[in-house]
């Protein structure tokens, strides 16, 4: 099963991660809703990646899986 995979940033394991443009703990309450990701990863696959991240795209999957 995926139990042992899911739940955990290790190697053999798959991520989701979620990397904000902005520090979500440097913003006020109300510019939170408005909050973008730069970078996404879901099941351990890039499923977003901003122009800051897109150079990274193909590396990441390869590197990924």
Not at 13 to 21: E, F, S
Not at 34 to 45: A, C, E, P, Q, Y
């Amino acid at each position: 099963g995926e139990d042992g995979r899911r739940g955990r940033l290790s190697p053999g394991c798959d991520a989701d991660i979620c990397v904000p443009g902005t520090d979500p703990f440097g913003c006020t309450e109300n510019e939170l809703p408005d909050l973008r990701s730069d970078l996404t990863i879901v099941g351990g696959r890039v499923t977003h990646a901003s122009a800051a991240f897109e150079a990274l795209r193909t590396r990441l999957a390869a590197d990924i899986g």
